[in-house]
């Protein structure tokens, strides 16, 4: 049993999704360039570390990633079956990727599809068309949903066990509402003309929210939300965000010119993380500052500001700012979904199971 809290948490990127890694969980998948950049491989590496017993428990390299097309005169490097995590990027051929990848079958759970607008629908339409291809699958990520099948109601009717959904551009969808039971991580576009309904969802992210459909959603999902990065919708009253609407946010995010015009959280809140977006010509360090000073008083404990908008030679400021006022800053880069700062489950589980083993040894009755 200790074995398996070691080396689930390291096949499924999606039990990283917590409220305080959300933020960089929504952008995991479908902006990561490279398979090293993965938060869990470090811990896969760490975790083969320890010994041979345990190198061997570890298994393969639990994620493949498929970026070009092969030469043709060179032979398809093998996928190993037990790969749990498949992304397939840029300019490689999909639906040869797909078959690559088909013997996988019920071993494959995160399936994230990357590729330019030539393979986008031809991919999809393979894993629309044949859904028990891979029956396991929890996690799917898309740069677009650009198919010529009825997308949302394949979802509902077919990946019934989906826990996380990714649908960055491209968002269609058929007049209806749809019911996505089991999901927990939603992060989309936009919602516009088709209804979702999410009774277990935690963690949304959605970056248009200006349509009637979006306000709904957010008014009808908002008290089961952990997590909350997006617009707002102008028509939700300022009063209402904390206490109606948001009662239950851990991880808040929202451009910085929407924050100055919002009332803060009670002390009482769960509150406890802020997620920073602005212009790149307007993030200064005084202003995240300002921002935090303002939030001490409701228990936050870090801010997450994306580092592209932030101007040349201002990190270290800001870093001093923070570190003086307790607050922890986390960095967040595109290509680089999980910082340092970030805590490690695989590593919590290791050093468990160190002492698991250590009071079997000394207590052999237990």
Not at 97 to 108: Q, Y
Request: charged share 20%; net charge negative.
């Amino acid at each position: 049993m200790i074995i398996d809290l070691i080396v689930i948490p390291l096949r499924h990127p999606y039990l990283y999704c917590e409220p305080e890694t959300f933020s960089q969980y929504a952008t995991l998948l479908w902006k990561v360039d490279s398979p090293d950049k993965l938060p869990f491989l470090d811990d896969w590496k760490r975790v083969r570390a320890v010994c041979k017993v345990w190198k061997h428990l570890a298994g393969v390299k639990p994620c493949c990633f498929l970026k070009e097309e092969p030469c043709h005169d060179a032979p398809e490097p093998d996928v190993p079956k037990a790969t749990s995590s498949v992304f397939i990027y840029s300019r490689a051929n999909g639906p040869l990727a797909m078959k690559r990848i088909a013997h996988l079958k019920e071993n494959l759970t995160t399936l994230a599809l990357g590729l330019s607008t030539q393979w986008i629908a031809d991919t999809l339409d393979i894993l629309l068309d044949n859904p028990s291809m891979f029956p396991n699958l929890r996690c799917l990520s898309l740069w677009s949903n650009r198919t010529t099948r009825p997308f949302w109601k394949v979802i509902q009717d077919e990946f019934p066990n989906l826990v996380s959904l990714t649908v960055r551009y491209d968002v269609d969808g058929e007049p209806g509402v749809y019911v996505l039971r089991n999901l927990e991580i939603l992060s989309i576009y936009m919602l516009d003309g088709f209804q979702l309904e999410c009774p277990s969802l935690k963690h949304l992210h959605i970056s248009y929210t200006t349509s009637v459909v979006a306000h709904q959603f957010i008014m009808e999902h908002g008290r089961q939300l952990e997590s909350f990065i997006g617009e707002l919708p102008g028509s939700i009253e300022t009063k209402d965000l904390w206490s109606s609407i948001f009662p239950n946010v851990v991880t808040f995010g929202c451009w910085m010119h929407i924050v100055h015009c919002r009332v803060f959280p009670p002390s009482d809140h769960p509150f406890r993380h802020l997620r920073l977006r602005a212009d790149y010509n307007s993030l200064a360090p005084e202003q995240v500052l300002t921002e935090i000073d303002a939030y001490r008083f409701s228990g936050l404990e870090s801010v997450q500001v994306k580092m592209s908008d932030m101007r040349q030679g201002t990190v270290n400021e800001l870093r001093a700012g923070c570190r003086e006022r307790g607050i922890r800053l986390t960095e967040i880069d595109d290509g680089t979904p999980f910082i340092e700062q970030q805590p490690r489950k695989a590593m919590d589980y290791i050093r468990m199971s160190f002492t698991s083993c250590t009071l079997l040894c000394l207590f052999p009755c237990l």
